[in-house]
């Protein structure tokens, strides 16, 4: 079974920048993908960019240019790099590891003041 463990969230200025990390463990084989999604109060949870094992990252229109998602050689750790934070990111944050069901992280704010 594998899970997911995020770190890097935080409160950030506006125009600043943030690292979220997601570390899997358990047994990771063949096609999937890992990625990011977040939910503001109220609001319902959102892909904020996610990446396969083969083929391109995909991004939220509202990150395009801002954020980049990565992952390490292994392909069991992926990274959200966020940059120029605007208020309106402000959200949880969560891991996702997608391959035949959906596995979540627990989740890591992230505040941006204005």
């Known amino acids: 079974q594998v899970q997911l463990v995020e770190s890097g969230g935080g409160l950030v200025q506006t125009g600043g920048s943030l690292r979220l990390s997601c570390a899997a463990s358990g047994t990771l084989f063949g096609f999937y993908t890992m990625g990011w999604y977040r939910q503001a109060p109220g609001k319902q949870r959102e892909l904020v960019a996610v990446i396969p094992t083969a083929g391109s990252a995909n991004y939220a229109d509202s990150v395009k240019s801002r954020f980049t998602i990565s992952r390490d050689i292994t392909k069991t750790s992926v990274y959200l790099q966020m940059n120029s934070l605007k208020p309106e990111d402000t959200a949880v944050y969560y891991c996702?590891?997608?391959?035949?069901?959906?596995?979540w992280g627990q989740g890591t704010q992230v505040t941006v003041s204005s």
């Open positions: 996702n590891y997608r391959k035949s069901t959906d596995v």
